[in-house]
Each structure stands twice: as structure tokens, then as C-alpha cells.
């Protein structure tokens, strides 16, 4: 439906080859992103680099569908998994982890983030529970209009990223500051 908020998200990530359906011409909006899917999108967008690093994570076993995408984030320093030698290529994407993604993907591009080192966050009641490692991150993407809250006043940093929510992100990061 086009009147929905984020149909617009969808369409453009799916024209894109970015995101593709679930099978059955849907794209189960509502359903869960994971940390596996969201970095070879990124890889995607790169056009599949060759490798240059080992796979430095023991749960990313090779040959997997993410095997590459992660070993190549991870060398260029987009993600820097759990710090237990862990990615959790499956585990559903939360919402400050995708953010945190799209700020160390902005830098790897070598776009302009320091607003992620003033914008305040005032007006969200739940900025307590943004991880420290999140919050120059959250305060980018707010300001550069990647993220907005899942209401006026709330950010939802632990919340799993549904594929609309990332769709949406990752739209609004082409289409704001590419």
C-alpha cells in the first residue's frame, strides 16, 4: 500500500537489489533483520570486494551466504562484533547496532559524521538506554535524518530493526547523505 509509511523504503530497496522478499511476493515487513543480513547488504553496495582479511569471528563459519560480507566489514571496521570473537550472524539486527553500522559505513565512505559528537537527544525518554558505544551514532543518524523514534519520544535502542525499519534507514541514508 502506498499510503503506509514505509512503502517507499521497501520499493526503493528492492529496486535496488539491496533487500529482496521473503518468496510468495512478500516481503514480510514486520519480521526480523540479521546482523548476517544487514552487512552483506553493505557488501552488496560495494559491489562484493575481493577479501583481503581472515574471517576474524569463530561463530562466522566459511562458505556461508554472509561469510565474505562479514570478513570484509570487519577488516574495513564497520562492525566489530560481540568483543568475545563473536558476530552473531543470525541474531536479529537491534536497532542501535544498525545505526552503529550506518555511522562506521558513513566514516568507511569517508563522509562527515561528527555530528554524532554534539546533536543532542533531549527529547527521547529512553536515551538512557543507548549503549555508550551507540550514542554518537544515534546522535548522527537523527541529525542526518536516518532514524527517527518509533514514537515522538523514544528512540527504541534495543528493540530488533524489522526489515521496514531497515529498509527505511537504508533508503534514507542513500537518499540523504550518499
Same mark, same amino acid.
Given at each position: &500500500? *502506498?499510503?503506509?509509511?514505509?512503502?517507499? @523504503?521497501?520499493?526503493?530497496? %528492492?529496486?535496488?537489489g539491496m533487500m529482496?522478499?521473503?518468496?510468495?511476493?512478500?516481503? &514480510? *515487513?514486520?519480521?526480523?533483520?540479521?546482523? @548476517?543480513?544487514?552487512?552483506? %547488504?553493505?557488501y552488496r553496495l560495494e559491489n562484493e570486494p575481493e577479501i583481503t582479511a581472515e574471517n *576474524?569471528?569463530?561463530?562466522?563459519?566459511? @562458505?556461508?551466504?554472509y561469510t565474505d560480507a562479514v570478513a570484509w566489514a570487519a577488516e574495513k571496521g564497520i562492525v566489530q562484533g560481540y568483543g568475545n570473537g563473536k558476530f552473531g550472524p543470525d541474531?536479529?539486527?537491534?536497532?542501535e547496532q544498525i545505526v552503529t553500522i550506518l555511522y562506521r559505513y558513513a566514516q568507511y565512505k569517508g563522509l562527515d559524521v561528527s555530528a554524532g559528537d554534539t546533536v543532542p537527544?533531549?527529547?527521547?525518554?529512553?536515551?538512557r538506554h543507548i549503549s555508550t558505544w551507540a550514542l554518537p551514532a544515534?546522535?548522527?543518524?537523527?541529525?542526518?535524518?536516518?532514524?527517527?523514534g518509533t514514537?515522538?519520544?523514544?528512540?527504541?535502542?534495543?528493540?530488533?530493526?524489522?526489515?521496514?525499519?531497515?529498509?527505511t534507514m537504508l533508503m534514507r541514508y542513500d537518499t540523504k547523505i550518499k
Open positions: &500500500d *502506498p499510503a503506509l509509511w514505509y512503502h517507499d @523504503g521497501i520499493h526503493f530497496c %528492492i529496486e535496488n529482496n522478499g521473503v518468496g510468495n511476493n512478500k516481503f &514480510d *515487513p514486520s519480521g526480523t533483520t540479521s546482523r @548476517g543480513m544487514i552487512v552483506t %547488504i553493505l *576474524p569471528f569463530s561463530d562466522v563459519e566459511d @562458505g556461508k551466504w541474531d536479529p539486527v537491534i536497532r537527544l533531549d527529547g527521547y525518554i529512553d536515551v544515534f546522535r548522527w543518524a537523527v541529525d542526518a535524518g536516518i532514524i527517527n514514537s515522538k519520544d523514544m528512540l527504541s535502542p534495543k528493540k530488533d530493526a524489522s526489515r521496514v525499519e531497515v529498509a
